[in-house]
């Protein structure tokens, strides 16, 4: 596709509840992360992928959050159990990799925990 | 931790003024990038700056990296209404597993009154 594409592009879930938010990233795009905003706040790092392999979790909250990208294009960042914290845009980016990671950003998944 | 701190939070300014906001780090960074938000939108890429004093200029806006690549600032002469958004300044993240993973700024956001 054109860009990266996310969806779905908003999600209400009541507090307890499993959501699946799904990442299209830039055809050809190595290195593909999962960003979380709170309003008003700039993006916060959760994961990071290379193809497949998740380099880096560190940024995810807690063990409910958990990302995957089984053949290193597309992938779903899921939530177990929301909670109301967990409501915020979750933003995905894809790059090229490499020493100039240009981040090409979705249109994030905003998401409300009730 | 790694911080990255933006001063203004908010800027309005008449049509035509100009802006500048100012990004600095608590650690030296390898690299720093912009991105742009419109309101409802999501980040997308200005400029990433590379080198210890570097300056780049994009038609009205002017990027400038610090010697000690500690802070950056980004100006827009004679701003449009077009300009109006959220400005994020980013670095990678101290020991960070790719140069995608980046600390944002809180941004500042940007209002333009015709």
């Known amino acids: 596709g054109a860009g990266v594409s996310q969806s779905p592009r908003y999600k209400v879930a009541k507090r307890g509840q499993d959501v699946a938010l799904r990442c299209d990233p830039i055809?050809?795009?190595?290195?593909l992360f999962w960003y979380q905003q709170a309003l008003g706040q700039g993006p916060e790092f959760l994961t990071y992928f290379q193809n497949e392999a998740q380099l880096d979790k560190s940024g995810l909250p807690s063990d409910r959050f958990f990302a995957e990208r089984p053949e290193g294009s597309v992938s779903t960042l899921k939530i177990q159990r929301t909670q109301q914290e967990d409501s915020a845009v979750y933003l995905c980016?894809?790059?090229?990799?490499?020493?100039?990671?240009?981040?090409?950003f979705g249109s994030g998944t905003q998401l409300s925990v009730l | 931790g790694q911080q990255v701190m933006q001063i203004p939070q908010y800027q309005h300014v008449q049509e035509g003024e100009d802006f500048t906001t100012y990004c600095n780090s608590s650690?030296?960074?390898?690299?720093i990038q912009w991105y742009k938000q419109r309101p409802g939108g999501h980040p997308v890429f200005l400029i990433q700056?590379?080198?210890?004093?570097e300056v780049k200029k994009q038609k009205r806006l002017t990027f400038q990296f610090g010697e000690a690549k500690k802070n950056s600032s980004l100006h827009i002469t004679a701003t449009q209404t077009t300009d109006v958004g959220t400005y994020f300044c980013?670095?990678?993240?101290?020991?960070?597993?790719?140069?995608?993973?980046?600390?944002f700024g809180q941004g500042t956001i940007l209002t333009v009154h015709p």
């Open positions: 700056l590379v080198k210890s004093g």
């Open positions: 650690t030296t960074l390898s690299n």
């Open positions: 980016a894809s790059s090229y990799g490499g020493t100039n990671e240009k981040l090409f």
């Open positions: 055809s050809g795009h190595v290195s």
């Open positions: 980013a670095g990678p993240k101290a020991g960070g597993t790719s140069y995608g993973k980046l600390t």
